[in-house]
């Protein structure tokens, strides 16, 4: 796991690690923007950028080989348990850094590489109706076809996050030729013939940049193709692009329990009756934990088993997510049931981390198919 170089007068004191500044950060900047953020008012376009100045979106890019998505989660986590929303783009900001980092293309690497895992580009991800497709759930919505120097796609995607004018998403496109197949592509949101379109309010986290995106016969040149042929590409980010997402869950589950202990004082007479306690949640949360970081030493392990254990974990994260959230609220009685506290934020950002895809109906399809 990195970590930050900080000049301190006093050498004694060990530097922070990345997820630590994330944290100071989230305490301290993130903490007041959270409800706007959720309302839809704030898109933290800026506060994303300065993560991305301490590190945050660098530290899973592989090194000669190998890649450790442990630093990414943990401060994914540090922002999710102070602001869903943020943790959510984060994620996609990480997803993106992931898809470059993975491609073979040399050219997109040398242009988008340090602009994205710096932060100074942002983007997401817009593999929701690929991840569909390929088990089965959906066709795919964008079709591509080969022209000189690239391809010229067309389609619609309905919900695509952590976008804006000069931001970048990675998705899939079937080609319409002979060829047939699928190819992975960066989109270029600047781009004239794309067409961002604000979605209707959501239940939550509205200050997410999310939009339906149109496609009017865009063209993609060679240099924005992360992989010709998608499926052998996706099968080698499909464990860091479901492993990232436990930092959502972590974080949403910490400040569960944290608003539990927070009532216990003035509650915790009556909240024992309660079946679920803050000390069930606690030791789950340490065993997803410690799974998580387990299985992110190592995203590229191509045996069965892994990948069943990367599913197992997010599901069981998404399931935690909503219980956790649940029981807060429960906790809290009608101080949680006030729009001004937080424990009823978490329960509806809770819905959101089991149904972002891969949506919990899909991870038991998935497991079930084997």
Request: aromatic share 8%; charged share 20%.
């Amino acid at each position: 796991m990195g970590s930050l170089a900080l000049s301190r007068v006093d050498m004694a004191d060990p530097a922070p690690t990345i997820a630590d500044e994330v944290a100071r950060l989230a305490r301290q900047e993130l903490a007041p923007l959270a409800s706007a953020i959720d309302a839809g008012s704030v898109y933290p376009g800026e506060f994303l950028r300065r993560l991305g100045e301490v590190g945050a979106w660098a530290s899973h890019v592989p090194q000669e080989g190998p890649a450790d998505l442990r630093c990414a989660i943990q401060s994914m986590a540090a922002l999710g348990e102070i602001c869903g929303a943020t943790a959510f783009m984060a994620w996609c900001q990480n997803t993106l850094v992931w898809y470059a980092a993975n491609s073979t293309n040399m050219k997109l690497a040398a242009r988008f590489g340090d602009s994205f895992s710096s932060g100074r580009v942002l983007g997401g991800t817009g593999l929701s109706n690929p991840m569909k497709s390929f088990f089965g759930i959906e066709r795919l919505k964008l079709k591509g076809r080969k022209v000189e120097g690239g391809y010229v796609v067309r389609g619609a995607l309905p919900w695509v996050s952590n976008l804006g004018p000069d931001h970048y998403f990675g998705t899939i496109f079937e080609r319409e030729d002979e060829d047939g197949g699928t190819v992975m592509f960066l989109a270029d949101c600047s781009d004239p013939a794309i067409t961002l379109t604000p979605c209707k309010p959501f239940l939550a986290m509205d200050g997410t940049g999310t939009y339906g995106v149109q496609f009017r016969d865009v063209f993609v040149p060679d240099e924005l193709i992360l992989a010709e042929t998608a499926a052998p590409f996706v099968k080698k980010i499909r464990a860091g692009f479901i492993l990232l997402q436990a930092g959502m869950g972590l974080g949403l589950m910490k400040d569960c329990i944290n608003i539990m202990d927070e009532v216990h004082a003035p509650l915790g007479h009556v909240n024992r009756y309660l079946p679920q306690q803050p000390t069930q949640f606690r030791e789950l949360y340490a065993e997803f934990e410690k799974e998580a970081m387990t299985l992110a030493r190592d995203p590229y392990n191509e045996d069965d088993s892994y990948w069943r254990r990367v599913v197992a974990l997010r599901l069981r994260i998404g399931d935690a997510s909503v219980a956790v959230a649940h029981a807060a609220m429960l906790h809290c009685g009608a101080r949680g049931y006030l729009k001004s506290h937080r424990a009823q934020r978490r329960l509806r950002e809770a819905y959101f981390v089991a149904i972002v895809t891969p949506a919990t109906k899909q991870l038991r399809k998935m497991l079930a198919d084997g």
